[in-house]
T-cell receptor, first 116, second 115 residues
């Protein structure tokens, strides 16, 4: 079974600074997708960024970017120019390719605090 | 669109009672998912539907749990009888397979407390 591990239960960053959240995963498959979701205090999960395993180029979405290291099975999230609204719990997630649409395996989450 | 709507937002019940959680997906979405979040197990998929048909219920923990989707705009997750270990936040999410970004839209969840 696939597993997703987030080794940082909590992280903190100063406003306007950069922070990187770590994620590793374990799979024997070659076709899969990786995601970062954000869960603010409102509880509603929000997609931050998505990466297809077959793409070598790292995904970026405005201030959010990933460092996808397929051989190392690592998928870290970098948040640049951190804002107070970035404070939330962040989850890394994995999905097997093919017909497993939407079947996500989540990591345990990292709580991000942003200091003004 | 109002997004995925779940009700109730909070539910407190006593052990042995029946609990029904409700979800209204975003109009036009063809996938619906039920996830559960606990401190011990994190977020885990319980069941999902495609075009109102249950596709994979392997995450449903026990026969006490059941889910239905009678039409494209409504789904329920029922626990009967409820137990204290069922206490968790239950999320409903919907998605449209035609979207390249494969974005799941989550509701705000139902916080269930079984006493």
């Amino acid at each position: 079974a696939q597993t997703v591990t987030q080794s940082q239960p909590e992280m903190s960053v100063q406003e306007a600074e950069t922070v990187t959240l770590s994620c590793t995963y374990d799979t024997s498959e070659s076709d899969y997708y990786l995601f970062w979701y954000k869960q603010p205090p409102s509880r509603q999960m929000i997609l931050v960024i998505r990466q297809e395993a077959y793409k070598q180029q790292n995904a970026t979405e405005n201030r959010f970017s990933v460092n996808f290291q397929k051989a190392a099975k690592s998928f870290s999230l970098k948040i640049s120019d951190s804002q107070l609204g970035d404070a939330a719990m962040y989850f890394c997630a994995y999905r097997l390719g093919g017909t497993s649409y939407g079947k996500l395996t989540f990591g345990q989450g990292t709580i991000l605090t942003v200091h003004p | 669109d109002a997004g995925v709507i779940q009700s109730p937002r909070h539910e407190v019940t006593e052990m042995g009672q029946e609990v029904t959680l409700r979800c209204k997906p975003i109009s036009g979405h063809d996938y619906l998912f039920w996830y559960r979040q606990t401190m011990m197990r994190g977020l885990e998929l319980l069941i999902y539907f495609n075009n109102n048909v249950p596709i994979d219920d392997s995450g449903m923990p026990e026969d006490r749990f059941s889910a239905k989707m009678p039409n494209a705009s409504f789904s329920t997750l029922k626990i009967q009888p409820s137990e204290p270990r069922d206490s968790a936040v239950y999320f409903c999410a919907s998605s449209f397979a035609g979207v390249a970004t494969e974005k799941l839209f989550f509701g705000s969840g139902t916080q269930l407390s079984v006493l």
